[in-house]
């Protein structure tokens, strides 16, 4: 890769990131941060979580995400509590308030991250993924991409 070509991938990402981390933080407020966020979908996905398992998904301190999860509790987005089995251990947990908070924002990010794929073809939006997905070094198919659009244009 050129310097050229690295200089330019290097400004439409950070341009095309900035935009959407500032639409997502003023549609999401004023009851959740991206952050927030993040926290949300984790627990989701595998709670009950210790607050030390957060640390291996988010880039922060484990001072930060104490923080956080004081804010969040505060807020009734999560709940802690203590293992009964070792005292010293503390559970999080999402409340019913998290639980629509999370689904809000991912629907808030999709609608985000869609209006900006539409600029673009169907075939290109696969492209797309397909080769971020190689440069992020994931392993994406091109055929996991492309059966959805075939089938779709099928029952059009």
């Keep these: 890769m050129t310097d050229r070509m690295s200089e330019q991938f290097a400004r439409i990402w ?16 004023p009851g959740l941060t991206e952050g927030q966020l993040n926290v949300l979908e984790l627990l989701a996905e595998h709670q009950p979580m210790k607050p030390s398992d957060l640390l291996q998904y988010l880039s922060t ?13 505060r807020n009734g987005l999560i709940e802690r509590t203590r293992d009964a089995g070792d005292r ?62 075939i089938k779709k244009k099928a029952v059009m």
Excluded: F
Aim: net charge negative; glycine share 4%; charged share 30%.
């Design 14 to 29: 950070m341009k095309l990131t900035k935009e959407w981390k500032i639409r997502l933080e003023e549609e999401l407020a």
């Design 88 to 149: 010293r251990i503390v559970w999080v947990t999402l409340t019913e308030k998290g639980e629509s908070e999370v689904s809000r924002g991912v629907n808030v990010r999709d609608s985000i991250v869609r209006e900006s794929l539409d600029r673009i073809s169907v075939h290109n939006q696969q492209l797309l993924v397909y080769l971020l997905g190689k440069i992020a070094g994931m392993d994406t198919e091109p055929s996991q991409l492309i059966q959805p659009a």
């Design 61 to 73: 301190t484990p001072a930060a995400i104490t923080t956080l999860l004081d804010r969040m509790e």
